[in-house]
């Protein structure tokens, strides 16, 4: 399954050095032609929470972002482009549209739309001062009905949380203007909300809308029940063939085109916190080669990822993300990896996109040239240390490191058959974190180590003469001489450590409070004090 990717267009851009890989080589490396001695690394995020205010702007800017694809959701709408005061105020920030698309009818898959303009779903929440009287009557307004070729578009999921101390205690919840229904194909309708018994927990009702108004009315003992959320909320509710297709291409409603990429030739969609397995992502993968890869860092899933989901409380670090990467990239497939914070805004997690040079070029072209990246595969992932004070606070630029891959070339014979990899990293910080180790990667795991900044990296062949493995790819780690406040940190015992136990070495433990990276027990780790970039994979062809 080859994938070339079209870069035709950016022959009009005098400064792009990119070039597709070798015709004829048995290895396709998404770095190849490009011009290490000049290359941008710029700061990215795929999948980021936030930056909807001036101050969450600034914010991420202070943490050294570059390229901004912010992706909220209920609804899931592109924040794109940026507040025209900070674009005014910051010119050299890249922007670019995105957005969380989720609640698809045949998975549970959260999709990112890197470049897309669609946007889907709907958000209304009932603030804490109106949750805090009862009755509680709410008017939802505005509403799309259940009716003509979009009946999806009127299907809503109403939240209700409550929170009670005595096992007896009950609210009482009324709705007019809908029916209750369920979330698969055809919505079936299951009855009336009407003085439907709510005991203290979560529910949720998928409703269809039979009137563009939801009236709601909750009565509840305020002495004995209290509301902690009451919302109106919508996702997709299509098949994600349907939503992808949208996502990438657009569709017309009502006469008019909606979603689609921004540029055609640059973005793409990502899976999120895959928990599932290979048999779940490969038809998403082969759908479309404009489904770019997943996450194998993802913060808010417990860092290198756990099939629990959530808030694994495992004591070793989870790496179910890591493994289901390779074992993709072992089928033979082409599939990136993405690095994120989620909704972690203090957390760890960046996607380092590798750019030629931009001066001279406007907006949209500088837009165009990191989506392009995207596509390309021409970036690095990076799960670095946390800044901190003396007293343990992570504070700014808390996840920002310039250490990065400063070349990563295929060595080919006259034939050009691949050969060796020649890799060099730095840009850490030398003070804190001068011992490096760069480790090739292929399908039996680590195929060789070196403790040393610059490396060359045989390629290893069958009797047959055919590469050894469908892919490879390269690690490297930035450390420090000692760790546990002294111990010391030899390279013979980093070279027994998998990414996720370095991912947690450490000095000192995070606190809970402001300088968590989470509230949950499980997202409360080690101080990281080590440095970790990640190539994206070379594939066998």
């Known amino acids: 399954m080859r994938r070339r990717h079209c870069l035709a267009t950016l022959a009009a851009l005098p400064t792009a050095t990119w070039a597709d890989s070798k015709e004829g080589s048995d290895l396709e490396s998404p770095y190849e032609g490009l011009d290490w001695q000049q290359v941008l690394p710029l700061h990215s995020m795929s999948h980021q929470h936030q930056g909807l205010t001036a101050a969450s702007l600034e914010v991420f800017r202070g943490m050294g972002y570059g390229h901004m694809a912010f992706s909220n959701y209920y609804p899931s709408k592109p924040t ?30 959260h999709c990112n739309a890197l470049g897309s303009l669609l946007s889907t779903g709907f958000g209304r929440e009932v603030p804490a001062a109106a949750r805090a009287v009862s009755p509680i009557l709410q008017r939802f307004e505005g509403l799309n009905l259940f009716a003509g070729p979009r009946p999806w578009e009127g299907v809503y999921r109403l939240d209700v949380g409550l929170q009670g101390d005595r096992a007896e205690a009950e609210a009482r919840l009324d709705l007019r203007g809908a029916v209750a229904c369920k979330l698969k194909p055809g919505f079936e309708e299951v009855g009336a909300v009407q003085q439907r018994s709510l005991k203290a927990g979560s529910h949720s009702f998928y409703l269809r809308l039979q009137q563009p108004v939801l009236e709601l009315e909750l009565r509840f003992d305020l002495s004995a029940m209290k509301v902690t959320q009451l919302r109106l909320m919508q996702g997709c509710n299509r098949p994600w063939r349907e939503s992808f297709k949208a996502a990438l291409d657009g569709e017309m409603v009502e006469g008019k085109r909606q979603g689609g ?15 599932g397995a290979l048999k779940d992502y490969a038809p998403m993968l082969d759908f479309d080669e404009r489904v770019l890869g997943i996450e194998v860092w993802n913060q808010l899933t417990s860092g290198f990822g756990s099939s629990r989901g959530f808030y694994d409380h495992s004591m070793e670090a989870p790496m179910h993300f890591y493994r289901l990467w390779d074992e993709i990239l072992r089928s ?10 989620d909704h972690n805004t203090f957390g760890r997690g960046r996607n380092v996109l590798l750019l030629p040079p931009m001066t001279g070029l406007e907006p949209p072209q500088r837009e165009a040239l990191a989506l392009r990246a995207y596509r390309r595969g021409c970036f690095f992932g990076a799960v670095s240390a946390l800044a901190h004070n003396e007293a343990g606070e992570v504070v700014a630029p808390y996840d920002q490191s310039g250490f990065a891959f400063q070349r990563l070339e295929v060595i080919r014979d006259a034939q050009g058959r691949a050969q060796a990899l020649e890799v060099a990293v730095g840009g850490q910080d030398a003070a804190r974190r001068p011992q490096v ?25 069958e009797a047959s003469g055919r590469l050894q493995s469908a892919f490879f790819r390269v690690e490297a780690v930035a450390y420090p001489r000692t760790h ?41 780790q080690p101080l990281p004090i080590a440095d970790l970039i990640f190539s994206q994979p070379l594939r066998r062809v």
């Open 80 to 109: 794109y482009p940026l507040q025209a005061d900070f674009t005014r105020a910051h010119p050299e920030v890249i922007a670019a549209p995105n957005a969380e698309h989720h609640s698809f009818l045949d998975s549970g898959l």
């Open 261 to 275: 990429l921004l540029h055609a030739d640059g973005g793409g969609l990502t899976l999120n916190h895959p928990t």
């Open 332 to 341: 033979g497939r082409r599939c990136w990896g993405f690095f994120v914070k």
């Open 437 to 461: 180790q760069i480790r090739l990667i292929g399908e039996g795991g680590v195929l060789e180590v070196a403790d040393a900044a610059r490396a060359r990296l045989a390629l290893p062949r």
């Open 484 to 524: 546990l406040q002294g111990r010391e940190l030899r390279a013979e015992q980093v070279r027994g450590m998998s990414v996720g136990q370095l991912s947690r070495l450490h000095d000192r433990l995070v606190a809970l409070g402001s300088s968590a990276v989470g509230k949950d027990p499980a997202l409360r």
